[in-house]
């Protein structure tokens, strides 16, 4: 309990699936939360179910897409809690509309990017300052195990995931004088309800999720790992990109 006591933590993609579970678990441990979500209904919700555990949160809608959304969301989460400490660029993911590269549309390639890389982009171009003003701090990038390993059908969210790799380690030299650190979490198949959706209609999603050595992610184990990250214990940790896959990058 309390290793994140004192802290302040915006994360984006809160209002469900791994977001609203760190969320949850970042409260939890004594954080103060900033629930950046496109989803009203969603983003409120996981702001309830924070003050229910007596936890204390707040919902900023926010289009990671949109430099000035995002901008915003930055500047209200300063505004109400004073600072921030930790940056989770969580938002993201893929569609069925992927593909290889000779056949997806285009228009795929550019909403995977957009989401995925750009909106950790714009997460880190406005939230590493106030990092800086902090004194330094943890930004925690999501990338996935289909950008460590040959993962053919969805070269659009490989593309994006595979950037988000590349700035990690990139930022994490450029900001480590700030004592800034900077690190990805890499999983593979988790049960959100998003992901379960695909599973169901999607029959090469679901051979890649019986690869799984040790089951199915669930969400918390994901928000475990960026506990850690967030917190003090990490302190050395930096420019990683730790996968979570249930062993899918070894078989």
């Known amino acids: 309990m309390n290793r994140l006591e004192g802290k ?85 993911g893929s569609t069925p509309k992927d593909g290889p590269v000779t056949e997806v549309p285009l228009e795929e390639f550019w909403r995977a990017i957009s989401l995925d890389l750009f909106g950790t982009f714009l997460g880190c171009r406005f939230g ?58 890499a999983p593979s198949t988790t049960r959100t309800e998003r992901v379960m959706k695909m599973l169901a209609n999607d029959a090469k999603m679901q051979s890649v999720a019986d690869t799984h050595l040790l089951g199915l992610i669930e969400p918390i184990q994901i928000a475990y790992a960026a506990l850690y990250l967030a917190s003090d214990e990490s302190r050395v940790t930096t420019g990683q990109i730790i996968p979570f896959d249930s062993g899918t990058t070894i078989v």
Do not use: W
């Open 128 to 185: 590493v300052p106030e990092l800086i003003k902090a004194g330094g701090g943890s930004v925690i990038n999501m990338a996935s195990n289909v950008a460590l390993m040959g993962f053919p059908g969805r070269d659009c969210y490989t593309a994006s995931k595979g950037g988000i790799v590349a700035i990690t380690r990139s930022m994490a030299v450029e900001f480590a004088p700030h004592k800034i650190r900077v690190n990805a979490i």
């Open 8 to 92: 302040v933590a915006f994360i984006t993609g809160a209002g469900s699936g791994i977001g609203r579970s760190a969320a949850l678990l970042f409260a939890e441990e004594g954080a103060r939360i900033a629930v950046a979500d496109i989803s009203v209904e969603g983003g409120e919700e996981t702001v309830r179910q924070v003050h229910k555990a007596s936890g204390e949160a707040v919902f900023l809608q926010t289009d990671v897409t949109r430099p000035e959304s995002m901008e915003r969301a930055i500047r209200e989460t300063v505004a109400k809690f004073g600072k921030l400490n930790v940056l989770y660029n969580n938002a993201g």
